[in-house]
């Protein structure tokens, strides 16, 4: 009997470990349950704890930056800074412009040389910044701007320069190593439209260089010159004879209007331009821009010859300078369709050249 008892004591404690083991179930369960919530919740926070890891490990490529407008930036004194600003690129976020921090003031107030910071960080954490100096330079005097007149070059130790029109290429290369190194500034034409205007001061030391026709010489001997120093000039294409050079968009060149078919003599001794209606010459003017790529806005007459006709069909083509081969400088209130401009010759020296200039 005894026996008996034992066993049946045995059969009833089954069911508690049963019960117990279940309960370690359950609270298995709930510890699983939770924990993988938790983890769920630092997934679903992802852009914040597990892709922006993710993102930063695989991302290590810096923003882009560039520069609007020049890397140093000259402005007459007094007049009003406005900064151009950067652009900023990233490869994962695209563009973050609207992230970029600048640092440092210009004081248009006071001579001297200053610099501006821009910086910029991705979402990965990739910083970048670049650079710009701006020099406040004294305002432009009353002596006015020199516009300078090119028109053709020639190497001595291959051939002679037919007339005075042409320019040996080593005296063009001193003459723009002068401009270099003594700090000219380039006007655009913006600029220069501006200064006319008495809307903005130039900085001292301003200089526009302008070569006429478009001439083989200017891009095979010059233009090299030109980017070496990294200076600006405008070559005034003569479009029916050169316009194919203007599909070249060579580098610190500005392609403006020196016609399409006008620079030819008429019966009268004078230019076409002078005895063609006012719809002929704004055709050639349309044409001309065209094939310049629509962007002219600056004109030189040709031979220099121009009247009352010449001038409104400029203005009805949208043309808004126009320059003869008259001599002399630009002033504040010059007539912006009968500008001035220093001839460069032949037998101008290296002292001449400094003269016109300064």
Same mark, same amino acid.
């Given at each position: 009997?005894?026996?008996?008892?034992?066993?049946?004591?045995?059969?009833?404690?089954?069911?508690?470990?049963?019960?117990?083991?279940?309960?370690?179930?359950?609270?298995?369960?709930?510890?699983?349950?939770?924990?993988?919530?938790?983890?769920?919740?630092?997934?679903?926070?992802?852009?914040?704890?597990?892709?922006?890891?993710?993102?930063?490990?695989?991302?290590?490529?810096?923003?882009?930056?560039?520069?609007?407008?020049?890397?140093?930036?000259?402005?007459?004194?007094?007049?009003?800074?406005?900064?151009?600003?950067?652009?900023?690129?990233?490869?994962?976020?695209?563009?973050?412009?609207?992230?970029?921090?600048?640092?440092?003031?210009?004081?248009?107030?006071?001579?001297?040389?200053?610099?501006?910071?821009?910086?910029?960080?991705?979402?990965?954490?990739?910083?970048?910044?670049?650079?710009?100096?701006?020099?406040?330079?004294?305002?432009?005097?009353?002596?006015?701007?020199?516009?300078?007149?090119?028109?053709?070059?020639?190497?001595?130790?291959?051939?002679?320069?037919?007339?005075?029109?042409?320019?040996?290429?080593?005296?063009?290369?001193?003459?723009?190593?002068? +401009?270099?190194?003594? %700090?000219?500034?380039?006007?655009?034409?913006?600029? /220069?439209?501006? $200064?006319?205007? &008495?809307?903005? *001061?130039?900085?001292?030391?301003?200089?526009?260089?302008?070569?006429?026709?478009?001439?083989?010489?200017?891009?095979?001997?010059?233009?090299?010159?030109?980017?070496?120093?990294?200076?600006?000039?405008?070559?005034?294409?003569?479009?029916?004879?050169?316009?194919?050079?203007?599909?070249?968009?060579?580098?610190?060149?500005?392609?403006?209007?020196?016609?399409?078919?006008?620079?030819?003599?008429?019966?009268?001794?004078?230019?076409?331009?002078?005895?063609?209606?006012?719809?002929?010459?704004?055709?050639? +003017?349309?044409?001309? %821009?065209?094939?310049?790529?629509?962007?002219?806005? /600056?004109?030189? $007459?040709?031979? &220099?010859?121009? *009247?009352?006709?010449?001038?409104?069909?400029?203005?009805?083509?949208?043309?808004?300078?126009?320059?003869?081969?008259?001599?002399?400088?630009?002033?504040?209130?010059?007539?912006?369709?009968?500008?001035?401009?220093?001839?460069?010759?032949?037998?101008?020296?290296?002292?001449?050249?400094?003269?016109?200039?300064?």
């Amino acid at each position: 009997m005894k026996k008996h008892k034992n066993i049946k004591k045995k059969r009833l404690n089954i069911p508690k470990i049963i019960f117990t083991l279940f309960i370690l179930g359950l609270i298995i369960f709930a510890i699983k349950y939770i924990f993988f919530n938790k983890n769920n919740e630092k997934i679903d926070l992802g852009t914040e704890v597990v892709s922006q890891n993710i993102v930063s490990a695989k991302d290590k490529e810096i923003p882009e930056l560039v520069l609007n407008g020049r890397e140093y930036e000259v402005i007459a004194k007094e007049s009003t800074y406005k900064d151009k600003m950067v652009v900023a690129k990233d490869n994962i976020d695209g563009d973050i412009t609207n992230k970029v921090k600048v640092e440092g003031n210009v004081d248009t107030q006071k001579e001297g040389i200053y610099e501006v910071k821009y910086s910029v960080r991705d979402e990965a954490g990739n910083e970048n910044s670049i650079k710009r100096t701006v020099e406040v330079r004294k305002t432009l005097e009353n002596k006015g701007l020199p516009v300078l007149m090119y028109h053709f070059f020639y190497d001595k130790n291959k051939t002679t320069g037919q007339d005075n029109n042409w320019l040996e290429i080593s005296d063009f290369e001193e003459q723009i190593k002068y +401009l270099s190194d003594n %700090n000219f500034y380039f006007p655009s034409w913006e600029e /220069v439209e501006k $200064y006319i205007d &008495g809307e903005i *001061n130039l900085p001292q030391k301003s200089v526009v260089l302008t070569v006429d026709d478009g001439d083989d010489s200017f891009f095979e001997l010059a233009v090299p010159i030109l980017q070496k120093y990294n200076v600006d000039a405008t070559s005034f294409v003569i479009t029916s004879w050169y316009g194919y050079r203007a599909n070249e968009k060579q580098k610190n060149v500005s392609y403006q209007s020196h016609s399409d078919c006008m620079h030819e003599g008429a019966t009268n001794g004078k230019g076409v331009m002078l005895s063609w209606p006012i719809g002929k010459i704004v055709e050639d +003017l349309n044409t001309s %821009n065209k094939t310049l790529g629509g962007n002219a806005t /600056v004109f030189c $007459y040709p031979f &220099g010859q121009y *009247n009352d006709v010449a001038i409104l069909a400029l203005k009805q083509a949208g043309f808004k300078l126009a320059f003869t081969t008259q001599g002399g400088r630009v002033y504040k209130g010059s007539d912006k369709y009968k500008l001035p401009r220093v001839r460069i010759s032949k037998t101008t020296t290296i002292t001449e050249f400094k003269n016109m200039v300064n």
